[in-house]
């Protein structure tokens, strides 16, 4: 193929002690699509950040077109053509389309803002790349999917020559998904090179050229895709063949008519979700399949006292519950692992220690004063991180220096020292590396080996299809079906299921 | 070897964090440099020095619950106006009954309702908390010029006027004990209790409180509640120590108490907080104003400068906490 238009070679980069990157070598052809993989902590974000100047790097070159670059802050990157587009979007929500594109370069006539010409320009950028929308509109109105688009519109008419999309699918739907594909192949016909960040394989895949994969900071492999499959990126993922297993579901041992610890009945949330029943024996892993909006997380948020419920009756050990919010829920037994952990599981500029004892503070009290005891805290979180293998130099350590997969750690240890009977689960793997996704996985088969009793609520068919007993398919606010998973022969079958009424 | 030591004790001082300890070595370098400058004018003397402490525990006090206001995210601008309030109902009451515990109780009364409204306009009619206690320092100040048509109302009372303002106890004012007393009770509660993991945690992160079963709406009323009841001691220190109620008593300190707990490294964003920094962080702007006067500049000079030194504690403490990793 073409020439390398950046190259990194033999990139270092440690925090503290802590050995980040070691001896990386990173090589983007010009037009190609370059996924780099790796599980969260794997450094694929160190490097890219170290690619547009957000760190420093300890040693190694970085060359853009054959010549050497000293890239030391987010302007070098720039002024090199690199742009990088962020899961979280940069873009102004009330101003409109042709302002953002411009903002901070906008074009002007006799020292006043060229309105006119910056709304033609902007048309002329965005059906360049096959979006035909009207500039005039506020991003505020857009859905995310395009107003990604539209940043990456931006960095193109500032003229990037390469773009580094983080993630860029996690928040789009199919349809915008097939957009941004048709997006990112006209950007390679007009000799746009990008780095593809993502933790989807199957998009991975079909749309990129070559694999770079990343583990503990180190390259393990960089090859073409047509020499890939999803077999190998994940064995060379998580480095040995053992690990998989854990993966494939295995029948475990419970009493399927046993009592129930939970029993919901007409359970309605609003007018849309209604109808629901369903009931969670002792031991029991119950997986709720359906697409995003189909009502999922409001049962979880429900049963948990986040939402008011109008009607039915929840029953928890065969007597009835009222629950009016989170901290009867929490009283009653349940908890909640929630859907989005850096808003709703954790204070991100707290320790670790602050985060995981902040629901079991009236246990850690001196004996009958209302003062909490620091040597109780220190031991309970010293043994959070123990039991749960928890990553982190201290438990004083502030949760935001953590991967994705230890933070998520950190939510299941706070609830676990609670002892619920019933713990819910939103989404608990979303971002989270292949290892401690296992582990977690672990940890949620332990607890409800306990007799206790789990409700799993994920996007991930497959990972339903590896934990849960008995699964529940929803759609449109209504329960469509219960499987027991034993007769669920293939994802094709669940699949099936989820997308129908 | 040696360069494995050195690179552990750039980890140790990189590790510090620096915004938190900024106002203890901002004090340390402004009273070495106002001992040396100053030290011929009476700086140094017991005398003065103890006088700062008095004049500042007004301040000190109100920016103990201020460091609660602060750190769980909200604002309180009432303060200065219910500590004036607080103020002219212990002096009238006083005036009328010369029961002290009856001017107490009226005194507190109104610091717990105005802390209640405060904190029910915040949470349950969702006002962004700087409007609604802005509007509510109009209102409370308001009140307290037209209670007595701006008049001053005298206290007579000796023993009140000793025990919250002029007294001495083992050659320590009464002030400074009362300051101590407070910082004892905050500082615990702050740290130790169940409310102070609470308090933090919802300035922090409300969403993630929510989810955790913490009540935010009661964690923030009840925080609002102690900054109006500290706000109204206050108030009652200050008519003690003036022997008299005045409307314009307190005027600015919501802005004091501010700076002071800001400068004592709580962030305005909530979440993090000391509230033993909140008081150095109140001595050192008396310290300054202090020696300001000893200077002998101008009011209106003393009220530049002191403003450039909060803007700039703040930038130096803002600057350290922007080290590049």
């Known amino acids: ?501 | 070897m040696q360069s494995k030591e050195i690179s552990k004790s750039k980890l140790f001082f990189g590790s510090i964090e620096w915004n938190k300890y900024m106002v203890y070595i901002v004090f340390v370098i402004m009273f070495a440099l106002f001992s040396i400058v100053l030290g011929d004018k009476g700086f140094l003397t017991q005398n003065n020095l103890i006088n700062v402490l008095r004049q500042t525990a007004m301040i000190s006090i109100m920016a103990v619950a201020g460091t609660f206001v602060i750190a769980s995210g909200q604002i309180d601008l009432t303060v200065g106006a219910v500590a004036a309030m607080s103020a002219m109902i212990v002096s009238l009451v006083l005036q009328k009954t010369d029961s002290i515990f009856l001017a107490l109780v009226c005194g507190l009364t109104l610091g717990i309702s105005s802390g209640l409204i405060n904190g029910i306009l915040v949470t349950k009619f969702r006002i962004p908390p700087f409007l609604a206690t802005m509007g509510m320092m109009s209102v409370i100040r308001g009140s307290a010029m037209w209670i007595t048509n701006t008049a001053a109302v005298p206290i007579k009372n000796m023993t009140f006027n000793k025990v919250f303002g002029i007294g001495n106890i083992g050659g320590l004012p009464v002030l400074i004990l009362w300051t101590i007393l407070f910082y004892i009770v905050g500082v615990i509660i702050f740290n130790k209790t169940i409310f102070g993991r609470h308090t933090l945690a919802v300035g922090g992160n409300e969403v993630s409180a929510g989810y955790s079963g913490i009540k935010i709406d009661k964690i923030k009323i009840i925080v609002f509640l102690m900054s109006g009841v500290f706000a109204a001691f206050a108030g009652i220190l200050y008519a003690g120590r003036m022997q008299a109620g005045r409307f314009s008593f307190g005027e600015g300190d919501e802005m004091s108490v501010i700076a002071a707990v800001v400068l004592g490294g709580t962030s305005m964003s909530g979440g993090t907080g000391s509230v033993v920094g909140a008081l150095v962080g109140s001595i050192l702007m008396g310290v300054i104003n202090n020696a300001l006067i000893l200077a002998g500049l101008s009011s209106a000079q003393q009220t530049i400068v002191r403003g450039v030194i909060i803007v700039v504690a703040v930038v130096l403490s803002n600057l350290s906490q922007k080290q590049k990793r």
């Open chain 1, 1 to 501: 193929m073409s020439k390398a238009i950046l190259e990194m070679k033999g990139i270092n980069k440690s925090f503290g002690s802590v050995s980040v990157l070691e001896n990386v070598d990173f090589s983007l052809k010009e037009g190609e699509v370059h996924a780099l993989v790796g599980g969260n902590g794997a450094g694929k974000s160190t490097l890219m950040k170290i690619m547009t100047g957000v760190y420093s790097l300890d040693s190694g070159e970085v060359f853009i077109n054959g010549g050497k670059k000293n890239i030391q802050n987010t302007k070098d990157a720039k002024e090199n053509g690199i742009a990088m587009i962020f899961q979280e979007l940069s873009l102004v929500p009330t101003m409109s389309i042709a302002e953002n594109i411009f903002l901070g370069e906008e074009l002007t006539r006799n020292g006043f803002r060229d309105v006119a010409a910056m709304k033609k320009k902007s048309k002329e950028i965005l059906n360049e790349l096959g979006i035909f929308i009207n500039p005039e509109l506020k991003v505020n109105q857009l859905s995310v999917g395009m107003s990604q688009m539209i940043e990456i519109a931006k960095a193109i008419s500032k003229n990037a020559k390469i773009l580094i999309l983080d993630e860029p699918t996690a928040s789009l739907s199919d349809s915008e998904t097939v957009q941004l594909f048709r997006i990112i192949k006209q950007l390679k016909e007009n000799g746009v090179s990008m780095v593809y960040i993502s933790h989807r394989m199957n998009e991975i895949l079909s749309i990129s050229d070559s694999v770079t994969i990343l583990r503990d900071g180190k390259k393990v492999i960089t090859d073409k895709i047509e020499n890939m499959d999803l077999d190998k990126i994940i064995s060379h993922l998580v480095g040995g063949e053992t690990s998989q297993r854990k993966f494939e579901w295995v029948e475990r041992e419970y009493d399927a008519d046993g009592d129930l610890i939970l029993k919901v009945d007409n359970l309605k949330i609003n007018e849309k979700i209604q109808n629901i029943s369903f009931g969670l024996t002792k031991g029991e892993i119950l997986g709720i399949a359906g697409l995003m909006g189909s009502g999922r997380t409001e049962i979880l948020e429900t049963l948990f006292g986040i939402r008011r419920k109008l009607g039915g009756t929840v029953e928890l050990m065969g007597k009835v519950v009222n629950i009016k919010n989170s901290e009867d829920a929490i009283k009653s037994g349940f908890a909640l692992i929630p859907e989005d952990r850096r808003r709703q599981g954790l204070v991100l500029g707290h320790s670790v220690k602050s985060n995981a004892i902040l629901p079991y503070l009236r246990k850690l009290l001196v004996g009958r004063t209302h003062l909490i005891s620091e040597k109780a805290s220190n031991e309970l979180a010293k043994n959070d991180i123990k039991k749960l293998n928890i990553k982190t130099d201290s438990i004083h350590k502030k949760i935001n220096l953590l991967s994705g997969g230890n933070q998520q750690k950190v939510v299941i240890a706070k609830w676990l020292n609670m002892n619920p009977k019933v713990m819910m689960l939103d989404e608990p793997t979303a971002g989270v590396d292949i290892g401690a996704k296992t582990e977690i996985i672990e940890i949620i088969r332990n607890f409800a080996d306990e007799g206790k009793g789990v409700i799993l609520v994920s996007s991930e068919l497959t990972e339903l299809l590896s934990v849960c007993d008995r699964i529940i398919t929803m759609f449109d606010g209504k329960i469509t079906a219960s499987i027991l998973r034993k007769n669920i022969n293939s994802e094709e079958e669940l699949q099936n299921a989820v997308q129908r009424n």
